[in-house]
């Protein structure tokens, strides 16, 4: 099984609420991602988890936090949404550090009102 | 940094006809190329990947082959179908800068019409 899920599929959020996404995988694989996808652009690295460790890209370092309590599931959370976060949220995984491949998820789409 | 263009937003054919789809990116060592699809509301799926120099790579219909001197990938099909209607992101991952991250192109829309 090589399906990688996402909870919920789509979320409305107010302006300055926390919001939390989650995704999971069953593959056993050691590195987990998050991306953002906004209308037009190309999806964009947030994050990703290597195992226990976790890796930011500097650009959004202050914006999104993430944890991984197991293997098998990672989480995004967003302190205070702003209407900049309307976005898709995908989450993906891999073995090997992503030297082959990453399995995605469908998607959460978070609305930010 | 890394960075991959696909020219076309979107890209509207015919059933049966051929296409190609443009990827071409900048990177400063030696990256694996992929392509991934996308149909409504699904997960993006690996279509392609790559990272040997001028061979061609196959995969249920699609082929691309990776230049390294001209850097590109571009996804190509010879009679397209209806299911064949999704979005394509082409995307490189560099060794040298951590193979974790894909650099991902804007997407493109292909609708195939009967």
């Known amino acids: 099984d090589t399906t990688v899920k996402q909870n919920p599929r789509y979320k409305l959020a107010r302006v300055g609420k926390p919001v939390n996404l989650i995704c999971s995988q069953t593959?056993?694989?050691?590195?987990m991602y998050w991306y953002q996808k906004k209308p037009n652009q190309a999806p964009k690295l947030l994050l990703f988890?290597?195992?226990?460790?976790?890796?930011r890209e500097a650009d959004t370092f202050e914006k999104f936090q993430s944890s991984r309590p197991n293997n098998s599931f990672c989480s995004l959370y967003i302190g205070s949404a702003g209407l900049e976060y309307s976005a898709m949220y995908l989450c993906a995984s891999s073995s090997d550090r992503g030297m082959y491949e990453q399995y995605f998820g469908p998607g959460t789409r978070l609305t930010v009102l | 940094g890394d960075s991959v263009t696909q020219t076309e937003g979107l890209v509207t054919l015919t059933k049966g006809l051929p296409v190609m789809l443009n990827c071409t990116y900048q990177t400063t060592y030696s990256p694996f190329l992929f392509w991934y699809v996308q149909h409504l509301n699904e997960a993006p799926k690996l279509l392609l990947k790559?990272?040997?120099?001028?061979k061609r790579t196959e995969h249920q219909g699609f082929y691309a082959t990776l230049h390294k001197s001209s850097s590109s990938f571009h996804l190509q099909k010879s009679s397209v179908q209806l299911s064949d209607s999704a979005l394509y992101f082409c995307?490189?991952?560099?060794?040298?800068?951590?193979?974790?991250?894909?650099?991902f192109g804007k997407g493109t829309q292909l609708i195939i019409q009967p």
């Open positions: 995307a490189l991952s560099d060794p040298a800068e951590g193979a974790d991250r894909l650099t």
């Open positions: 790559s990272s040997t120099d001028n």
């Open positions: 593959m056993n694989h050691d590195t």
């Open positions: 988890y290597y195992d226990k460790i976790l890796n």
